[in-house]
Antibody, heavy 118, light 106 residues
Framework: EVQLLESGGGLVQPGGSLRLSCAASGFTFSSYAMTWVRQAPGKGLEWVSAISGSGGSTYYADSVKGRFTISRDNSKNTLNLQMNSLRAEDTALYYC???????????WGQGTLVSVSS | SYELTQPPSVSVSPGQTASITCSGDELGNKYVCWYQQKPGQSPVLVIY???KRPSGIPERFSGSNSGNTATLTISGTQAMDEADYYCQAWDISTAEFGGGTKLTVL
């Protein structure tokens, strides 16, 4: 059974940093791209970042480029998102998702909540 | 950046057919997928590669994509289908979601 468990969310001040993690199990982690998607309270889904199975290719939304860094540790089946220079508009529930070759995500975690506020 | 446009809301009577559109420049040249999200739950993939249904998704869900518009069709809509629906597509090196459509089953 595929399981994705996000962690690391919390309350942080504007300009601060946070590192999210996603522990994956139930599939060959290194064979699949992974994606972070966020959802602000009461709003729609926003694609944030993706990484290839090997970790050699990374992709970012313009809204987070230069502030967020996606990475993965295939030896630990873990996906990470380092978030720096956080802004109020980064407040959202952050999901990690297992992603297939044509870009669709077939399994999603339950999300971890990030709140950016002073 | 690439934009995908969905109607904010669609209403349908039980047993009828619901159609939700997703528009984008030359969208027919890209793969589109659709997600269903119910309140308090994570999104669920219901259509991928324009027309394919993942295992466990009922046959009443179907998809199409041509020109500038992709369409999610739900035939014989049931009350359990009431949810938010999002289209998604990749453009070069980034992915985009549509703004989402709230499907109400009246």
């Amino acid at each position: 059974e595929v399981q994705l468990l996000e962690s690391g969310g919390g309350l942080v001040q504007p300009g601060g940093s946070l590192r999210l993690s996603c522990a994956a199990s139930g599939f060959t982690f290194s064979s699949y791209a992974m994606t972070w998607v966020r959802q602000a309270p009461g709003k729609g889904l926003e694609w944030v970042s993706a990484i290839s199975g090997s970790g050699g290719s990374t992709y970012y939304a313009d809204s987070v480029k230069g502030r967020f860094t996606i990475s993965r540790d295939n030896s630990k089946n873990t996906l990470n998102l380092q978030m720096n220079s956080l802004r109020a508009e980064d407040t959202a529930l952050y999901y990690c998702a297992k992603t297939l070759g044509t870009g669709e995500s077939d399994y999603w975690g339950q999300g971890t909540l990030v709140s950016v506020s002073s | 950046s690439y934009e995908l446009t969905q109607p904010p809301s669609v209403s349908v009577s039980p047993g009828q057919t619901a159609s939700i559109t997703c528009s984008g420049d030359e969208l027919g040249n890209k793969y589109v997928c659709w997600y269903q999200q119910k309140p308090g739950q994570s999104p669920v993939l219901v259509i991928y590669q324009d027309t394919k249904r993942p295992s466990g998704i009922p046959e009443r869900f179907s998809g199409s994509n041509s020109g500038n518009t992709a369409t999610l069709t739900i035939s014989g809509t049931q009350a359990m289908d009431e949810a938010d629906y999002y289209c998604q597509a990749w453009d070069i090196s980034t992915a985009e979601f549509g703004g989402g459509t709230k499907l109400t089953v009246l």
